[in-house]
């Protein structure tokens, strides 16, 4: 009786954190925003029953990839963002993108109007239930993804691997950029243009 | 009374008592550490106020509320006040789905004219009707992995080159121990083939603790230990507010019952910590139960509370004799040492498990 309200409350919690992502021009505040949507979305799917995905996307998304966010803005110290007024192209191409979308949405939701509505629970909530659909209904697409996602993984270790040139000479003992003037840094100014 | 009544006024009481409970517990886990690091010292500790320095815990929150709250011109305020509370927010809630006991049954009795009961609750906060949650582990994990904000955005928000080396110490460290931390309770789950914490206490009975599942449980309780002290931020481990390079870490800006915010933050991460290491390796609540219906009711408590003090002990003994690893060292440990092994000990216990069914 009280999943309804629940539920209808943090999807407002989860919209209005959503906006606040956008509007906010701190990238501290925008990240924390996107916590909220986060988790505001792990409470919908624990109020729809699917208790196993809500912890999953707590740990992974809100507590995993967001630090790693979080993280990495307070490593680069960025600053406060300059909004640009906006483009021409995303106005004629965001408004009628939007309004196809919302016609599609709509115009599904309306079509399946008279199917009855899931029942809380009725979805594959517990962690067996899920195993059983990864792990032997969709077995292949669980798999394909997992190969996807090593791309992603072996990219990055590209990327941030070491030309073989340098590796040669850290080895021999020389400094990995070759002799330059030291570069100015200030480092006592730490977040100053905050 | 209707059921749902009774399930709302048992709720609350319970909350109270267990949030009563565990913060008493913090503020006497850190008196056990003065009386214990002095005495490691050959010294004798808080012995002024009270018996034995008891009270010292009262003398110190007193002070701490009537202290000047600084706040300093410099900070970003709006995340420098929440970080505390995001702190000491996460570290309490995960106390909610600890189990402590089998649970409490009271047959029905008078109170004047009114009849109370037959009252029937589990040792344990947050429950549903069957008093269990079938996914406790992970709502603990989960809220252990968002209790890093606390500590990184108050690094950040105080806008001083020590908090923020602190909170990037912290929030790094703690994303790379929570893998191993994570990785090293699979083979638990796996043997008790439940994420509940109930479940997994009563897969130990018969003094089959997970502590002498030889070999997996072994390595993968001292893989346990080892990523806990990391992820509260305790020496070996305490890099984050190593206090010979960064004055206080994370916390430097910080004063009054903000400070003591991030205090009991920390001291309560530790009894969450040592709770879940006395449910998954050391069987919880179960131990030799005997005597009238009341005690026989009693004595699990005592027990689980008897290993989580001793887990604490360990915890201050561990800081008070270890000195502190090096930076490098201690990110070298965690991704080449302890996540290895923690992989390790995961497929070679499914491939056992498997192989046993």
């Known amino acids: ?194 | 009374m209707s059921a749902t009544t009774t399930f709302v006024i048992l709720s609350i009481i319970k909350s109270v008592a267990v949030i009563f409970v565990l913060l008493t517990a913090v503020a006497y886990s850190v008196w056990l550490e003065r009386k214990v690091s002095a005495r490691i010292q050959n010294r004798w500790g808080p012995t002024r106020v009270g018996p034995f320095g008891l009270l010292q815990p009262l003398a110190d929150g007193i002070k701490f509320i009537f202290k000047e709250d600084l706040m300093l011109p410099h900070v970003y305020k709006p995340l420098y006040i929440a970080a505390p509370i995001i702190a000491v927010l996460f570290s309490i809630t995960s106390i909610a789905v600890i189990p402590f006991g089998n649970s409490l049954d009271i047959p029905a009795f008078h109170i004047g004219s009114w009849t109370v009961g037959p009252i029937s609750t589990p040792f344990q906060v947050a429950a549903d009707s069957a008093g269990d949650i079938n996914i406790g582990l992970l709502i603990i994990l989960g809220i252990t992995s968002m209790g890093v904000y606390g500590v990184a955005l108050a690094g950040w928000a105080s806008n001083s080159k020590y908090s923020l080396l602190g909170g990037l110490r912290a929030s790094a460290q703690m994303v790379s121990y929570e893998i191993a931390l994570g990785i090293s309770l699979i083979p638990i789950m796996i043997k008790s083939e439940s994420f509940s914490l109930r479940a997994i206490v009563d897969a130990q009975r018969h003094l089959q603790w997970n502590i002498v599942y030889v070999p997996f449980g072994t390595i993968a309780f001292f893989v346990y230990l080892i990523s806990a002290y990391a992820e509260t931020n305790r020496t070996p481990f305490d890099l984050p507010e190593a206090e010979s390079e960064l004055v206080a870490g994370y916390h430097t800006e910080y004063s009054a019952m903000k400070f003591a915010m991030f205090f009991m933050a920390e001291y309560a991460n530790m009894v969450t910590v040592a709770c879940l290491a006395t449910l998954l390796f050391f069987g919880g609540w179960l131990g030799p139960v005997f005597g009238p219906s009341w005690l026989q009711i009693l004595l699990p408590v005592f027990w689980f509370c008897l290993k989580v003090f001793f887990f604490m002990f360990l915890y201050v003994w561990v800081r008070w004799t270890l000195p502190r690893f090096r930076y490098d060292q201690l990110m070298a440990f965690g991704w080449k040492v302890l996540l290895p092994m923690a992989i390790a000990n995961l497929v070679v216990t499914a491939l056992y498990e498997a192989l046993k069914a």
């Open chain 1, 1 to 194: 009786m009280l999943h309804l309200p629940l539920f209808l409350i943090f999807g407002l919690i989860c919209v209005a954190g959503a906006i606040n992502l956008l509007v906010q021009k701190h990238p501290i505040n925008s990240a924390l925003s996107l916590v909220v949507v986060m988790a505001s979305l792990a409470v919908e799917y624990l109020l729809l029953g699917a208790e196993f995905v809500a912890a999953v996307q707590v740990i992974v998304y809100a507590g995993a990839v967001m630090v790693l966010f979080v993280f990495t803005i307070m490593l680069l110290n960025a600053g406060e963002e300059e909004h640009t007024k906006g483009s021409r192209v995303a106005l004629l191409l965001g408004v009628p993108g939007i309004a196809i979308g919302g016609v599609l949405v709509s115009w599904t939701v309306l079509r399946h109007s008279n199917t009855a509505p899931v029942p809380i629970g009725a979805l594959p909530g517990p962690p067996k239930d899920v195993a059983l659909l990864l792990f032997h209904d969709f077995l292949l697409p669980f798999e394909i993804t997992s190969v996807l996602i090593l791309i992603a993984i072996m990219g990055a270790v590209v990327l941030a691997s070491r030309p073989e040139a340098i590796v040669r000479r850290l080895r021999r003992g020389e400094p990995a950029q070759k002799a330059q003037k030291p570069e100015k840094r200030e480092l006592a100014v730490v977040g100053k243009e905050r």
